[in-house]
T-cell receptor, first 113, second 115 residues
């Protein structure tokens, strides 16, 4: 079964700083990769996803993620964060053809104005 | 707009009680899921269903069961609630393409406290 690792559970940074959240998965076959975000008091929602093609994917609100197959990684980045990016971020992976989505433990990101 | 509705936002139950958590989606989705979310542990899959009356165990099914009698409704049942089942429970649904091809739509969650 696939599993996901996210490091640095709590991240605190100032507005305009750059953000990078690491995500590593363990599965040797073809995978589909996702980042979900949960803003305070809101539902989980999809930030971006990778299925195939260009390994650099762009999502909503200026976020992007890069799939590096050789490193089993799918790191999330944003060049300049805003206070409104305060949220919990979850990386998720599913094996191709599988209907199970495995989530990481999440990164709690706090952006200080 | 797409909607996944969980019947209760907050629930307090006593140890040993039978607990029902209800989830209804209005999108005619085939696939429905129950996760629990705990601080520092992320989301863990309890059960999922890919059709009416069909169910599969997730990663942590012990102490839970589910029921899917109608396409739009997926119920999570705690047969005898225990304190270690205190958690946030999230319901989600996704159409035919499944989690690999489509995004999950989540409900707002039920915060269950077992005393």
């Amino acid at each position: 079964a696939q599993s996901v690792s996210q490091h640095n559970h709590h991240v605190i940074l100032s507005e305009a700083a750059s953000l990078e959240l690491g995500c590593n998965y363990s599965y040797g076959g073809t995978v589909n990769l996702f980042w979900y975000v949960q803003y305070p008091g809101q539902h989980l929602q999809l930030l971006l996803k990778y299925f195939s093609g260009d390994p650099l994917v762009k999502g909503i609100k200026g976020f992007e993620a890069e799939f590096i197959k050789s490193k089993f990684s799918f790191n999330l980045r944003k060049p300049s964060v805003q206070w409104s990016d305060t949220a919990e971020y979850f990386c998720a992976v599913t094996a191709y053809g599988n209907n199970r989505l495995a989530f990481g433990k999440g990164n709690q990101v706090v952006v200080i104005p | 707009d797409v909607k996944v509705t969980q019947s209760s936002r907050y629930l307090v139950k006593r140890t040993g009680e039978k607990v029902f958590l209800e989830c209804v989606q209005d999108m005619d989705h085939e696939n429905m899921f129950w996760y629990r979310q705990d601080p520092g542990l992320g989301l863990r899959l309890i059960y999922f269903s890919y059709d009416v009356k069909m169910k599969e165990k997730g990663d942590i099914p012990e102490g839970y069961s589910v029921s899917r009698e109608k396409k739009e409704r997926f119920s999570l049942i705690l047969e005898s609630a225990s304190t270690n089942q205190t958690s946030m429970y999230l319901c989600a649904s996704v159409p035919t393409g499944g989690v690999g091809n489509e995004k999950l739509f989540f409900g707002s969650g039920t915060q269950l406290s077992v005393l």
